[in-house]
């Protein structure tokens, strides 16, 4: 059974907006660095944002900064990822994840143990 469940992707023009949530269940992710990663067909799973237990860090790939803004509420054990100004490269399956273990902070997939199934994002021309 998968603890994070992604919503919220879609099909959007260039210049719209998305946003996607991560829940959890099954177990309190509060105490842990959570991420979002996406993958475009062919193409190696890529960082997208990663954010620490308590919001106070936050880091973001160079190709969204400006544009993605990642954000997470503790009490409903969810973590969103507002997208705007979106580009046909912003095109894939967006995965959220938790860190291995509460407090471990990264950006590499290798870090994060828990994931959810993905969901869509294409962004036409």
């Known amino acids: 059974q998968r603890q994070l469940v992604e919503s919220g992707g879609g099909l959007v023009q260039a210049g719209g907006s998305l946003r996607l949530s991560c829940a959890g269940s099954?177990?309190?992710?509060?105490?842990?660095?959570m991420g979002w990663f996406r993958q475009a067909p062919g193409k190696e799973r890529e960082f997208v944002a990663v954010i620490s237990w308590n919001g106070g860090n936050i880091e973001y790939a160079d190709s969204v900064k400006g544009r993605f803004t990642v954000s997470r509420d503790n009490v409903k054990n969810t973590m969103y990822l507002q997208m705007n100004s979106l580009k046909p490269e912003d095109t894939g399956v967006y995965y959220c994840a938790a860190a291995q273990r509460p407090f471990v902070w990264g950006v590499g997939p290798g870090q994060y143990d828990y994931w959810g199934q993905g969901t869509q994002v294409t962004v036409s021309s």
């Open positions: 099954g177990r309190s992710f509060s105490l842990y660095a």
